[in-house]
């Protein structure tokens, strides 16, 4: 509509041929998502007046302030080279806190909002990972990769150089995991260590568990909401596995409690042999709320709320009855109300729970929200959908007045024209429902379609398995880019997806190629009756890791359902993955033990099994780094498929892990998929 507005009002001269093309509408491409700005590090001041957020450009990251009475424009805050991150704000609301690396690594600055430079609050020998401040404002919790078995800082720098002039390259190792993610084990390891910043910038530090073999908070995704203060700032909490030899296939993540002084570490939680988790305390020092699941040696277990009564010694579970798991949480200033993000029917949304009678309120479930915080009576947080990108909002506790507050991306997406989405469910196994999400195509015409006009289908199946293709804007696996080709994309929350209810999560559980596959069929077939534009004889399916998996699967027991597939990270032989992955305890939970116990599940869904119904053609993408799926699995296929004489094409990326991450490699990515998709479907 506006590209014929634009060329109606070029006709009679209103405005110029450069004004209408301004206005034409335009797909969405991997460059523009490469070129986007984006927030991270949001922090609200605690008196609620204020809000910091870092902005990352193409031209770099610096951090912003916002007033929250006012409208004022926001103001810049700096302009150093170096980049601004993990925001905390003294309790006077006066100044702020952030790790930067403006010398030589990274350290704790502190800027005045009343003026000046930005003064370092710490000069350590080690780089800073992360950091918390303590309730009175003397102390901060430093996240330092630290030689387990040295007392001090110093000590560890030494042995890192000694290390580097050992002229061999061996490793040795005599316990598992022998490498994580993407990286390879070391001597090294993350810990939790306390200085004084009375005297600035402090220039010691000390460590709380020294001769741990453990990552405190561990790798490669746990951060500082991992640690906490006490609130009478003489202790510090922690989330971490006990050093022992079952790192690799447990899932026990306790409460630790140890004092600033160091000393004897207390099991607050040892009780629970399942995972434990972002411990935290009210203003007042009367409760301590923190995440647990039930199920030891299981990952995506419910994460309920816990409640500890510090007075009377009192622990029970907030909203027992509630059926879903929370990602994140904050403390109203008068305990009487826990603020939460919850994963909900392909929405993260916004709850409300009492802590005394557990009712549970919805508060706003529209797209992904995160970074939770208060502010007087209004709740502000980030939320990014199927057609934004995260920006920040706000909203009061009742749900009212809701407003967006940032607009970070308002020029570059001027003229980009997303496609239009919609939620559908549908009976799955066994009848239950199931939901999925529909994004058209970004020129889908509504004129042509009465004329008969079809569409082709990219079929995205998410990874996890616990996972899920909900309303989110993503880097990785954007619905978006697949619409402004031309393809209706369909994404299905199958049996094992997360946000449904835990006896849904929990169903996928040695039961990988049954009900999924089962809900992918039925999904398929029921949108392509009920949106007759989608050309069901025009689709191409494509999925990483769990969602690379179903490839392998698809390619045995579906043969007659796509043109092509493409499979990245996806497993291929399940006692190979086992002996190869990491983190154990994921196919001991899902597949029923060690392969060696119970061979059932291994043998029933291994897709390596059914490799002579393959015909279909195939691309394998997977990155020399990943060690959650080794690229042997990829290669597998692969060679399955040239030694069959199946049509395939293999794309390796000896610097990526699970994911694609390198923006370069991010663009070659996509325009390989979308040729092998291009070659094997009509537009």
């Not at 797909?27 to 927030?39: I, Q």
């Not at 925001?87 to 009343?114: E, G, H, P």
């Not at 069929?521 to 689709?539: E, M, P, R, S, Y």
Request: glycine content about 6%; overall charge negative; some cysteine.
């Amino acid at each position: 509509m506006k590209k014929i507005l634009a060329l109606s009002l070029l006709a009679t001269g209103a405005i110029s041929i450069a004004q209408a093309e301004d206005t034409a509408q335009v797909p969405f491409t991997v460059e523009k998502l490469n070129s986007l700005n984006s927030l991270h590090s949001i922090s609200v001041s605690p008196d609620g007046s204020k809000l910091v957020y870092a902005l990352s450009t193409e031209s770099g990251s610096d951090l912003y302030l916002k007033n929250l009475q006012t409208k004022v424009d926001d103001k810049r805050l700096t302009s150093h080279p170096s980049t601004e991150s993990d925001v905390i704000w003294t309790k006077d609301s006066s100044s702020i806190l952030f790790l930067a690396n403006r010398a030589q690594s990274t350290q704790v600055w502190q800027l005045k909002l009343n003026g000046g430079e930005a003064l370092a609050l710490t000069d350590l020998a080690l780089g800073i990972n992360g950091y918390k401040l303590s309730p009175d404002n003397k102390k901060l919790a430093l996240a330092l990769e630290v030689f387990p078995t040295c007392q001090t800082i110093q000590c560890s720098v030494d042995k890192k150089e000694s290390l580097n002039k050992i002229k061999h390259t061996a490793q040795v190792y005599k316990q598992l995991p022998v490498r994580h993610w993407d990286t390879w084990k070391t001597e090294f390891r993350s810990h939790v260590f306390v200085s004084d910043i009375s005297d600035k910038p402090a220039i010691q530090a000390k460590d709380l568990t020294p001769d741990w073999n453990t990552d405190i908070p561990a790798k490669p995704f746990a951060g500082m909401e991992e640690v906490t203060f006490t609130p009478d700032s003489l202790n510090v909490v922690f989330s971490a596995k006990a050093p022992n030899k079952d790192q690799a296939w447990t899932t026990n993540y306790d409460l630790f409690q140890v004092s600033i002084e160091g000393g004897e570490v207390t099991n607050l939680t040892a009780d629970n042999t399942a995972w434990d988790s972002q411990p935290t305390f009210s203003d007042d020092g009367r409760f301590m709320v923190y995440l647990a699941m039930k199920k030891a040696g299981f990952e995506a277990d419910k994460f309920s709320l816990m409640l500890k009564d510090l007075k009377t010694a009192e622990l029970k579970e907030i909203a027992p009855l509630w059926d879903r798991s929370v990602s994140s949480f904050t403390f109203s200033a008068n305990n009487r109300a826990v603020y939460v993000v919850a994963q909900d029917m392909g929405q993260k949304s916004i709850y409300e729970i009492s802590t005394n009678f557990g009712d549970v309120r919805k508060i706003y479930s529209d797209g992904s929200a995160g970074d939770l915080h208060l502010a007087g009576n209004k709740i502000i947080f980030t939320r990014h959908a199927l057609n934004s990108p995260k920006n920040i909002y706000s909203i009061n506790r009742d749900g009212s007045d809701f407003n967006q507050l940032t607009d970070i991306n308002k020029e570059k997406l001027a003229n980009v024209q997303f496609g239009e989405f919609e939620q559908f469910n549908f009976p799955g196994w066994n009848d239950e429902t199931v939901h999925g999400y529909l994004v058209k195509p970004w020129n889908y015409d509504a004129n042509k379609v009465k004329e008969g006009k079809k569409y082709p289908i990219a079929f995205l199946v998410h990874g996890g398995p616990q996972g899920s293709f909900g309303n989110l804007f993503s880097t990785r696996w954007n619905a978006q880019l697949w619409a402004a080709q031309g393809y209706g994309v369909v994404m299905i929350d199958f049996h094992g997806s997360t946000g449904y209810g835990q006896d849904f999560t929990d169903s996928i559980s040695r039961d990988w190629g049954g009900k999924p596959l089962e809900d992918l069929q039925k999904g398929f077939d029921f949108i392509a009756k009920q949106q007759t534009w989608l050309d069901v004889n025009n689709a191409c399916a494509l999925g990483a890791s769990y969602g690379g998996y179903m490839m392998n699967w698809i390619a045995g027991n579906w043969t007659e359902g796509f043109n092509c597939l493409i499979n990245h990270a996806g497993l291929f032989d399940m006692d190979s993955f086992y002996q190869s992955t990491e983190e154990l305890w994921f196919p001991e939970h899902d597949m029923g033990g060690p392969f060696w116990t119970d061979e059932k599940d291994y043998k029933s869904f291994n897709p390596a099994s059914f490799t002579k119904n393959w015909k279909t053609p195939m691309l394998v993408i997977h990155g020399l780094k990943d060690f959650r799926v080794p690229y042997a699995q990829g290669l597998g296929a692969y060679t399955t498929l040239q030694r069959m004489g199946i049509e395939s094409k293999l794309v390796i990326y000896p610097d990526e892990n699970h994911w694609i991450l390198n923006k370069d490699n991010r663009v070659h990515w996509y325009g390989e998929v979308f040729d092998w998709m291009k070659k094997h479907t009509q537009n």
